[in-house]
């Protein structure tokens, strides 16, 4: 029960990545592409860490568009997907980074469920990254369960490397 509502409570969309209200309007299923930049810049094989008000989280993004958020005081890895797309005129970005978890889930800040794509302008997303990595060194593309419960102060990818299990 406690891991369920662990699981509803802190779970958060792709805001969680960012630590931003999704930007209203993107169409996440554009099919404007995203800047050649971006495109380098994004293509999946790498594990961040942002820290925003939701506090520290690492994310892995696959190659082929699945993810795997380890969210501050969560006893799961959360699995979804993600993409990029290009310029929206609603918005105003160029860029657009957007993120699909399941319906079950929910994000405590911008107080939306899952279920649905939510997107954000990449510009925004990467104002919060902290370190970034090749490859998934927590293995998180690969679990249900997270390393240990990830707590929300700031820290570095060596830190929570001496603790992973």
């Known amino acids: 029960m406690a891991t ?3 699981l509803v409570c802190i779970v958060g969309v792709s805001a969680l990545a960012a630590g931003c209200a999704p930007v209203t309007g993107v169409n996440a299923n554009s099919t404007t592409p995203p800047s050649p930049q971006t495109k380098q810049r994004f293509q ?7 820290y925003s008000a939701h506090g520290t989280q690492v994310e892995f993004l696959s190659k082929d568009g699945r993810t795997a958020l380890w969210y501050p005081g969560n006893a799961v890895v959360l699995h979804g997907r993600w993409r990029l797309v290009g310029a929206d005129p609603t918005t105003g970005f160029q860029d657009n980074i957007c993120f699909q978890y399941g319906a079950n889930t929910y994000n405590p800040l911008t107080l939306h ?10 510009a925004l997303y990467q104002g919060h990254i902290v370190e970034r990595v ?10 249900e369960g997270v390393p240990y419960v990830l707590p929300r102060q700031r820290t ?10």
């Open 113 to 122: 469920y899952g279920g649905g794509w939510e997107c954000e302008g990449i």
């Open 156 to 165: 570095t990818f060596a830190e929570l490397l001496k603790r992973r299990s």
């Open 44 to 50: 999946g094989g790498t594990t961040t860490m942002t």
């Open 4 to 6: 369920l509502r662990n």
């Open 134 to 143: 090749a490859g998934d060194p927590f293995g998180l593309g690969k679990r």
